[in-house]
């Protein structure tokens, strides 16, 4: 939900649950107010209706009786039940004959009605309304005619304003007050759940702020609100781990130049001390003889081919790595490729007593995108690290073509001297030795599989190995598989 939506939401409850709450607050006022006041009685509704209904009778039959029977007023009696039926509403009545009380109801003080019939004859007019009353709790009028002797007669109807009067007050103060209360209680709920919603999770960024300014990264800012300020905390969220790749790849990447450079350093300084060493020995005349100055320059020659080779590798994975390495990918008979890699290889491996042999266990006219060059490299780094590493007396190369739906799978196995299980996930690292010690006596850039996994990735494949100590080493790879051998579509480098 919005911001916008929660606060139209917000201003609309702060309308609508103080007016739903001062209607049932005015109905249980009412009747809590009516029970201190003793208002009607306890009636309910139906009673008063018919009091209000019978009493309006006694009204027109008095005031009949005073135009056609005014000597039945006189009747001490028919007042009384007159006067029962009116304090139904708490009222009553009284009746003047020639200024003297003929008959007052008991709801009325005599003495103080006396002062009343003295202060409305001294001015005169007898249908004065102004009433008289005990703090103005008692509300008449009046009603003048003659007796039929002639006497002067008046008919007061008496209301006991008290109960209303009193029932008004205390309505109106507490529900005054009970409203004043529930405005205040709604609109600081309401106030605060809105705030909430937004000052939390400014406190959360706030938060985030002064850390990433610290320069601590290690934290995480959690927010489900789907407002716009959950929004922006995701956001910010996101830029914070984002932040903490890049720290963790850039200290990685920081890791790794310095490892580079110490591999680097270490390669090529291992072969330039057997070169300065082996110079010094044919300039000191440490090699008097032909047969040794020979051996010395062969030493020589052994290790500039061994630079020669560490700075071509080198040059490679640098170029490869800031992609200056142009591929030109084209389309391969991987049947044809395999066999060709097999005659180019076996005289040499039969030399050092090692058997090649293929197994292609698919359609011959199977077609892969590779490029040539880099493909071939690729075969001679993985072939070069089986001869190094080539323990048994006779030796085995065994490469292995499986058909996997849009893709080839090729498989390298040897049974050479194979690889700790802990250092299989890591041949694929540049200046990988399996030797800790970095020995090049059986020579190697330590660049080589690296080499091979950056020209896999580029052919849009994956490369991995397998390994059993004592047993040998597999390096499979995949490529991606584009047609027939007789296919004459374009291919699009």
Known sequence: MSIRVKLLLSNILMIVIPLISAFILAIVLIGVNMEKTDWKNHKSGEEYDKSAQDTFKEFIRISNDTLNNPDKLKDIAYLKDID???KNLNSGVGLVISNNIYYLT??????KFEQCLIKINSKGNRNDRNGFSYNDDIQYFNHDFKLSDGKPGALYIFFDMSPIRKFIKNFVSSFTLCFIIIIVITNGVLTLIVSQGIIKPL????????????GNLAFEINQKSRDEVGEVCRAFEEMRYRLKEALEQQLKYDEERNEFIASITHDLKTPLTSIKGHIEGIKDGVADTQEKNEKYIDIIYKKVEDLDTLINDLTFFSNQTLKKVPFNFSKVNLKIFIEDIVDEYQIELEKLGIEISYNYNMDPKTIVKADVEKFKRVIANIFGNSIKYMDKEKGQINIDIEDRGQKVL???????????QESVPIIFNRFYRADPSRNTSKGGSGLGLAIAKQIIDEHGGKIWAESSLGEGTSIYFELEKIGG????KSFDN
Do not use: C, S
């Not at 040897?414 to 690889?419: A, F, L, S, T």
């Open 84 to 86: 029962n039926k009116l």
């Open 106 to 111: 008991d709801k009325v003080d005599r003495t």
């Open 203 to 214: 406190k959360k960024l706030k938060y985030g702020a002064e850390q990433i300014r610290n």
């Open 410 to 420: 090729i498989g390298i196995h040897d049974n050479g001297e194979g690889i700790k």
């Open 485 to 488: 051998y007789d296919e004459k």
